[in-house]
Structure formats: structure tokens, C-alpha cells
């Protein structure tokens, strides 16, 4: 009757009808907490709680970019990185992304944008992995801001 | 693991870097340049964890006299190996990560950060988690 899920400190386990924050962390939590292999802990750090959510509504928002560049620059190949993004915020639980701006008509800008705004994330994670507690958050905000990083430098590539 | 476990676990891949690259450079002239840096970048942070780990009083791991890399005949193999090693530098840095807080944390990062795309220069496509299984 427990769910393991990645919630700020690592693995909470919680029983059914547990935690809000939990239900809301569920799916695809599991695989990377199993991933990382994490020490089971009855609570979750509140601090860790805000990176978490924090992170979640920023990658939504990336995401959105992501897919309204695709949208608007059908000739980019932007597939692999908005499934990318995809992964990644489905790690975190999942978020709704904030309204954001139409991305620019020109392509060259247009990419630019698109590579300014991954790399914004790429140094927010890495904040947030330098300011979580939890070892399994640490992890998986350090391995997204990485991967942040290879985006960034494969969108940059589509110039 | 403890913090000085997973360092010295790093500088074991870092004195297999400081090995691969110049046998990489050396029969392929098409990667040495690219190699050639490489090398340079692992033997600096090779130096730079012997001394932090000289400075927890800890000896720190030697190194092997060759590396099982596989075949580095062509230089789709040698891209291989290279991309294998940074991917291992890639996860032990991220077990340093979560394991070390401070300074220890933030060299961990950013080195995930320098091994992820220096596996990208060597070929490996950009990846959601790097260095998690």
C-alpha cells in the first residue's frame, strides 16, 4: 500500500491517501528514484518541496518553448529536445506551464531565443541541486542541468 | 559511499582519461587535436583531486599500467571509448554530487556539467539525465 516518489528529500514513502505534494509527484517519479537509489525518508524537507515545485513550473515553461518553436519552425529539428524536456519534467512531477511569449518568426532568432532560455534552466538547476538537501534531488537537479547543457549546445548546432 | 570514496572513485577514470586520450591521439590522426584536448582537460583535474585528496589525508588511487577500453583501431572505436569513459566520469561525479555538499558539491556539478558535453563532442546524443542510470 506505499508508492515510492521522489519529493524533495528523496524518496517519501506514504500510504494511500498520503501527502498532496505525493499525489501530485507520482508516475514517473518512481523510475528515477529507483535510478538513483534512494534512502527511503518518512518526510519531505519543505525547502527541497519549493526546488522541487519550482523546477517543475520552470521546465513546463521550457517545455512550451521548446514546442512553440517546433510549432512555429517546423524545419528545425527539434524533436529530440523537446522529448528531452518532456522526460525531464515528467520526472518533476509534471506543471503547468506559465502563459509565455510567441517565439520570434525569424529562425536564426528564433534559435537563439530557444538556446537562451535552455541555458537559463541549465544555471537555475544548478542552483537549485547547490541549494537542495535531499542527495536524490541533488542528483537528478545537478544530471538536468547537464542535460540542459548538451540541449543547448544541440540547439545551437540547428543554426 | 562517503565523499572522499566517491572523489577517489572519480580519479580512478580520470587516470583512465589521462591514459586514453593520448593512445587515442596517437593512432588516429583525424581525433588528435580533439584528443589532445581532452588529455589536457582530464590531467588537470587528475592534479587538481590528487591534491584534495592529499589534503583529507587520504593517498589517493594510482593508476592502472593499461585500461580494458576495447579495440581503438578506427576512430568509430575511439570515439566509443571516449564517450563510455566520459558517460562513467558523468555518473561518478553525480554520486560525488549527492553525496558532498559546499565546494566538494559545486566541483561535482560543474564537472558533470564539462563531462556531459565532452561526451557530445565525442558523439553521444544529448540525454535528459546524464549520468543516471
Do not use: K, N
Not at chain 1, 55 to 81: I, N, Q, R
Not at chain 1, 144 to 151: I, K, R
Not at chain 2, 4 to 28: K, S
Amino acid at each position: 500500500m506505499t508508492r515510492r516518489v521522489l519529493i524533495g528529500t528523496g524518496v517519501a514513502v506514504v500510504g494511500a491517501g498520503g501527502l498532496l505534494v505525493a499525489a501530485e509527484a507520482t508516475g514517473r517519479l518512481d523510475d528515477v528514484a529507483d535510478a538513483v537509489g534512494l534512502d527511503p525518508r518518512p518526510e519531505p524537507d519543505p525547502g527541497d518541496t519549493r526546488i522541487l515545485r519550482r523546477a517543475a513550473t520552470a521546465t513546463a515553461a521550457l517545455l512550451a518553448g521548446v514546442e512553440s518553436t517546433a510549432a512555429a519552425h517546423p524545419e528545425l529539428a527539434l524533436d529530440p529536445v523537446a522529448a528531452i524536456v518532456r522526460e525531464q519534467l515528467a520526472a518533476l512531477g509534471g506543471a503547468t506551464p506559465p502563459a509565455s511569449p510567441a517565439p520570434p518568426a525569424d529562425v536564426a532568432a528564433a534559435v537563439d531565443a530557444l538556446a537562451t532560455a535552455l541555458d537559463a534552466a541549465r544555471t537555475d538547476r544548478r542552483r537549485d541541486a547547490l541549494a537542495a538537501g535531499s542527495p536524490a534531488l541533488v542528483r537528478v537537479l545537478a544530471s538536468m542541468s547537464a542535460g540542459h547543457a548538451q540541449g543547448v549546445r544541440a540547439v545551437r548546432g540547428l543554426r | 559511499m562517503t565523499p572522499t570514496e566517491a572523489l577517489q572513485a572519480w580519479l580512478a577514470l580520470e587516470h583512465e582519461a589521462v591514459w586514453l586520450y593520448p593512445v587515442v591521439g596517437a593512432r588516429l590522426d583525424a581525433l588528435r587535436d580533439r584528443a589532445t584536448t581532452s588529455f589536457e582537460a582530464h590531467r588537470d583535474v587528475r592534479d587538481d583531486l590528487v591534491v584534495r585528496l592529499r589534503t583529507r589525508g587520504v593517498e589517493p588511487v594510482s593508476a592502472a599500467l593499461g585500461y580494458a577500453v576495447g579495440p581503438l583501431t578506427t576512430a568509430d572505436e575511439a570515439r566509443a571509448a571516449s564517450r563510455s569513459l566520459e558517460d562513467r566520469v558523468c555518473a561518478a561525479v553525480l554520486t560525488l554530487a549527492g553525496t558532498a555538499e559546499g565546494d566538494v558539491r559545486e566541483l561535482a556539478v560543474t564537472a558533470l556539467r564539462t563531462s556531459a558535453l565532452a561526451a557530445q563532442v565525442w558523439g553521444a546524443a544529448p540525454t535528459a539525465f546524464p549520468g543516471l542510470p
